[in-house]
């Protein structure tokens, strides 16, 4: 790779993200094979904010690679005690751990830390920054199902604004040749996103028609103050994707989300469980993504 960190999509060259995306393919299919190209490394998953999907899948996909594994969770960590951030990376990275993944409230947090520890670094998300390997299986998920990603249209609709899954998503998926567009309320539609590459619609069914991808975010209420939608109820209504409005992308149309879903809010379960869902294809896929970034950057280091 073109990088020693992964810590975001947008410093990544195209060709880096297709040959992540080539190598997931074939470790994909290769199911839960082993391989011992991280045999004797240790990778260290620090969590300081709450994961299932995420913290699980990079456990996995290290011990796959026959790494070790040591999971560190904020409750279970001195920053109890009142270490920082810093404090605690240095001390973990004095026990020579291959790889330390890190997840943090705090946009820019692995990049900090980068600067510090001889480990390579891999963002599991930083604030409402970046999510780079779940752009990674996303994109990845989708030129399985419809053989490319150049040329389709991708709808991302919901919390753009606090959504890193979207920032990262809107970084790839303009490398690559997707046609965007991004649809919520407009107090959830960040200023400048056009600039991104994306297209922005406050309503969801133009955004929607003939589209070749819908991806359903969820509503982060934890990074918001209050003021940004008028109730869940309303949000429902206007901007939930259910079995009439999803009629209007194409009829052979896939529907996506990150996770964790709010049923009912941002999607109704008859979608979301649906023959156009690949939502566990996202999960499922997620492994070998992480799978592929662990042994680019720390396989041979």
Not at 148 to 157: D, K, P, Q
Not at 176 to 188: K, N
Not at 227 to 242: C, E, K, M, V, W
């Amino acid at each position: 790779m073109s990088v020693t960190h992964l810590l975001g999509i947008e410093p990544l060259a195209k060709q880096d993200i297709v040959r992540l995306l080539d190598r997931a393919d074939a470790l994909y299919a290769k199911g839960n094979e082993k391989t011992l190209v991280m045999n004797g490394k240790t990778v260290v998953n620090l969590f300081m904010e709450p994961s299932t999907r995420t913290r699980t899948s990079f456990e996995i996909a290290a011990k796959r690679l026959s790494a070790d594994v040591v999971n560190v969770s904020e409750s279970f960590s001195s920053s109890k005690k009142g270490e920082t951030l810093l404090d605690t990376a240095k001390n973990l990275d004095a026990m020579r751990p291959a790889a330390i993944v890190l997840r943090h409230a705090s946009a820019g947090a692995p990049n900090m830390i980068s600067t510090h520890v001889k480990a390579r670094v891999v963002n599991a998300g930083d604030g409402s920054h970046e999510h780079p390997t779940q752009a990674l299986l996303d994109c990845g998920t989708i030129r399985r199902h419809k053989g490319r990603l150049e040329g389709l249209v991708v709808t991302i609709v919901g919390d753009v604004l606090h959504s890193r899954v979207a920032r990262s998503n809107l970084f790839a998926m303009a490398k690559l040749g997707v046609d965007v567009r991004v649809a919520g309320p407009r107090s959830l539609l960040p200023r400048g996103v056009e600039a991104l590459g994306a297209q922005a619609f406050d309503r969801v069914e133009p955004a929607i028609e003939g589209a070749d991808v819908v991806m359903v975010l969820r509503l982060q209420q934890e990074r918001m103050n209050g003021g940004y939608i008028p109730s869940l109820r309303d949000y429902s209504r206007f901007f939930g994707i259910n079995a009439k409005n999803i009629r209007a992308a194409k009829h052979d149309a896939i529907v996506m989300h990150p996770g964790p879903i709010n049923r009912g809010v941002e999607i109704t379960s008859d979608v979301a469980d649906g023959p156009r869902s690949v939502i566990l294809d996202q999960v499922a896929y997620g492994v070998s993504v992480r799978m592929a970034v662990l042994e680019a950057l720390a396989g041979a280091a």
